[in-house]
């Protein structure tokens, strides 16, 4: 079975200090990672997805992820904050059982004026 | 505008009513899902369909029945709530259910039963 297992449940940025999100993943075979975003009150929305074409990911609204697959993670990154990013983060993993995703329990991210 | 939606938006149910949550695609997607979010344990899948007329139980089931009669359509049904299926529900599409395929999400059903 596939998890992920993300790492601080609340992180507070300054706006246009780094955004840094940190994911982990256990897998016994070649992991599918996504990062979803959800913005209060609405559902998910796909922000990047680690196909293994590339360790590096870019997604929408300047963020990416890097697949390190020696350290089993894959943490979502934002060179620079905005107050719009504010929301809650979910990494997950496919699960080729189920043919589902498993998210892990989610960060909300906090933007400081 | 294509997408998922579910309906109702929100629902407050006395503990024991039956109660059905709808949720439609118009993406022509075969394969639906519907998750529960609860504070602090994210998402969890409930139960799963990769296209019309199968059904498979995910990580958290009991309580909760699904049909897939058309393509369309994934109602979730409670046959007799409980105070602990008080959580936000969340419907989701996806093209094939392939590996590398990006779910869209509906914006979600909130239930309280109380």
């Known amino acids: 079975a596939q998890s992920v297992t993300q790492l601080g449940s609340h992180v507070s940025v300054s706006e246009g200090a780094l955004v840094l999100l940190r994911c982990n993943y256990s897998?016994?075979?070649?992991?599918?990672l996504f990062w979803y975003v959800q913005y209060p009150n609405q559902g998910l929305q796909l922000l990047l997805k680690?196909?293994?074409?590339?360790?590096l990911v870019k997604g929408i609204n300047g963020f990416e992820a890097e697949f390190k697959k020696s350290e089993t993670s894959f943490h979502l990154t934002k060179p620079s904050a905005h107050m719009s990013d504010a929301a809650e983060y979910f990494c997950?993993?496919?699960?080729?059982?189920?043919?589902?995703?498993?998210f892990g329990s989610g960060t909300r991210l906090q933007v400081q004026p | 505008i294509a997408g998922i939606t579910q309906a109702p938006t929100s629902q407050i149910l006395a503990a024991g009513r039956r109660m059905t949550l709808r949720c439609t695609q118009d993406?022509?997607?075969?394969?639906m899902y519907w998750y529960r979010q609860d504070l602090g344990l994210g998402l969890r899948l409930i139960h799963y369909?990769?296209?019309?007329?199968?059904?498979g139980k995910g990580e958290v089931p009991d309580g909760y029945s699904v049909s897939r009669a058309n393509t369309d359509d994934f109602p979730l049904t409670l046959a007799s709530a409980v105070p602990s299926q008080t959580s936000v529900y969340f419907c989701?599409?996806?093209?094939?259910?392939?590996?590398?395929?990006?779910?869209?999400f509906g914006p979600g059903t909130r239930l309280t039963v109380l």
């Open positions: 989701a599409s996806s093209d094939s259910g392939g590996r590398t395929d990006t779910q869209y």
């Open positions: 997950a993993v496919f699960d080729t059982g189920r043919r589902a995703l498993t």
């Open positions: 897998s016994s075979v070649p992991p599918y």
């Open positions: 680690y196909t293994s074409a590339a360790t």
């Open positions: 369909s990769n296209t019309a007329g199968t059904t």
């Open positions: 993406m022509r997607h075969n394969a």
